[in-house]
């Protein structure tokens, strides 16, 4: 059994670092996509934190097909089919995470074939990172 109440700490800092109610302004780049494209778009957001769930999935259960078509469904695919409508409106350094990202995703799928585990769990880090960096950048609302 995995120790999960090591969870605790971190979870009660979390909610009580806003229990005094104070609020920092969201300096993150808003998107400006409509309500249709905002719905579109957190929809592919999901989609991608699934794929890494998979992923990590497939790692712990040394499942390397898991592994591979959890990544495949983050992968250009996915970029090529995001709506003309919002490919229109976002800005070049979201392009400049997103791709990669996306290509991320195709290498791990790859590379699942074949890699150790431990380095795909490195892989799946370095992906998380473009996840964070995207959205310490940006927002929809």
Do not use: Y
Not at 26 to 47: C, G, H, S, W, Y
Not at 56 to 69: E, F, L, N, P, V
Not at 72 to 100: C, E, H, I, Y
Not at 112 to 139: G, I, K, P, V
């Amino acid at each position: 059994m995995k120790p999960h109440w090591l969870l605790l700490p971190l979870a009660l800092a979390c909610a009580s670092a806003h229990a005094d109610g104070s609020r920092t302004a969201d300096a993150r780049i808003n998107l400006k996509l409509t309500p249709e494209e905002r719905v579109e778009f957190l929809a592919e957001m999901r989609q991608m934190l699934g794929s890494i769930q998979g992923v990590m999935q497939g790692i712990g259960d040394s499942d390397r097909t898991r592994i591979a078509a959890a990544a495949r469904q983050s992968g250009n695919r996915m970029a090529r089919a995001t709506p003309d409508s919002v490919r229109a409106k976002l800005p070049q350094s979201f392009r400049d995470l997103g791709g990669p990202t996306h290509l991320m995703f195709e290498e791990l799928a790859v590379r699942a074939e074949t890699d150790d585990m431990d380095s795909l769990a490195r892989d799946t880090a370095n992906l998380m990172n473009q996840c964070m960096a995207c959205h310490a950048t940006f927002r929809v609302q």
